[in-house]
Every structure is written in C-alpha cells, then in structure tokens.
T-cell receptor
Framework: ETGVTQSPTHLIKTRGQQVTLRCSSQSGHNTVSWYQQALGQGPQFIFQYYREEENGRGNFPPRFSGLQFPNYSSELNVNALELDDSALYLC????????????FGPGTRLTVL | SQQGEEDPQALSIQEGENATMNCSYKTSINNLQWYRQNSGRGLVHLILIRSNEREKHSGRLRVTLDTSKKSSSLLITASRAADTASYFCATDKGSARQLTFGSGTQLTVLP
C-alpha cells in the first residue's frame, strides 16, 4: 500500500462531458504527477504540480487541466471528453529527498462512450 | 511518446525459473526505475538505479544499467506465481523530472 488514494475507482461518461478525478495521500507530498495509461500501454505523463503550481506538462491538450490544494490533494479535470480519453488515470506522489521514486495511487478507470 | 521499450513484450516461465526483462531508451537520463503493475492497478516501485551505477540488487531483483548502450535489464530470480504482473521501466528526465515509461513486459509465472 502506497497510502495514495484516488476517487472514483471507475467512471463512465459520454463524449463531450467533463470529468474531475481526485487524488490524496495520508502524508504531505508537495509534488504530484498525473499519468494516462491506455490499455496495453505504459503510462504517459500528463502534468505535474509542485506547491500548487504546474511545473511540467506532457503532450496533452489544454482541455486537460489540474489543481493542487494546500493540503497537497490534487484534481485532474478533463473537458469535452473524447472516446480516446478512455484510460486508467494514475496520480503519483514523489518521494522525499533527491530520489525520484514515485508512489502511485490505484488509478481511476475512465470509460468514455 | 514512449522513451523506453521493454523486451520481450510477453514472457511466460515456470515457477522457480529466472525471468529477464530488457529495456532500451533513447536520451540521456538521471536515473532509471523499474515498476510493477498487477492487472490494471497502480504501479509499485521496485528499484531505482542511478546513471552512475552499473548494477543494483534488492532481494530477488537484480538490475543492470549500460548507459553506453542506453539499456537496462531486470532479473527476477527464483520466480513465484505471485510475480505475475506487468513490468515497466521508466526514465527520469526533464526539468520536472517526469517519468517516461516503456510499453512494458507482461510476465506470467506458471505454478
């Protein structure tokens, strides 16, 4: 158990809708990243937040946005959902110190119909 | 885009045998990590090897890194049925130090 929780576990939406996914941990981690994992693929980096500011972004359009709160919980928002957005969405918290070990949550399975 | 590529894509072995997975990457890295994922759940960190290290051990895991060939290998010794999972290598680069994952190796250990 990594102590990282994500909600909801599963979600079904239709094209054009908006979705908010959530991530939290029992201990404070000031760096949170979000990844998208399509079926049969490795996770793809969406963006990263450090102290409530986005400080890195992968090749994802602006309709993917995020927030990090003072208590270090985080949200991933996706607008105008497309069928290809169907995937497992993972948040990851960076370990302390210089190591870049990441602690992943169990993920949210999003299905877009 | 995927930075790393794991090889093989799928591997099936008998319990007690050793399993070797390989990973190749394209650009210079800070470090390389291996993660395990059980059937569509979250990833679990296994081991990290820094760019100035050549070999690292953790329990039944042995990781090697060859920066001249831009490749790494993960060896799991005396495999168990519970080792059945997908294994991903991930490289660490960029100012945000985001992880770039390969497409993974699906390991099946038969009892």
């Amino acid at each position: 158990e990594t102590g990282v929780t994500q909600s909801p576990t599963h979600l079904i939406k239709t094209r054009g809708q908006q979705v908010t996914l959530r991530c939290s941990s029992q201990s404070g981690h000031n760096t949170v990243s979000w990844y998208q994992q399509a079926l049969g693929q490795g996770p793809q980096f969406i963006f990263q937040y450090y102290r409530e500011e986005e400080n890195g972004r992968g090749n994802f359009p602006p309709r993917f946005s995020g927030l990090q709160f003072p208590n270090y919980s985080s949200e991933l928002n996706v607008n105008a959902l497309e069928l290809d957005d169907s995937a497992l969405y993972l948040c990851a918290l960076r370990g302390q110190g210089l190591s870049n070990e990441q602690f992943f949550g169990p993920g949210t399975r999003l299905t877009v119909l | 885009s995927q930075q790393g590529e794991e090889d093989p894509q799928a591997l099936s072995i008998q319990e007690g045998e050793n399993a070797t997975m390989n990973c190749s990457y394209k650009t210079s890295i800070n470090n390389l990590q291996w993660y395990r994922q059980n059937s569509g759940r979250g990833l679990v960190h296994l081991i990290l090897i820094r760019s100035n290290e050549r070999e690292k051990h953790s329990g039944r895991l042995r990781v090697t890194l060859d920066t001249s060939k831009k490749s790494s290998s993960l060896l799991i010794t005396a495999s168990r049925a519970a080792d059945t999972a997908s294994y991903f290598c991930a490289t660490d680069k960029g100012s945000a130090r985001q992880l770039t994952f390969g497409s993974g190796t699906q390991l099946t250990v038969l009892p």
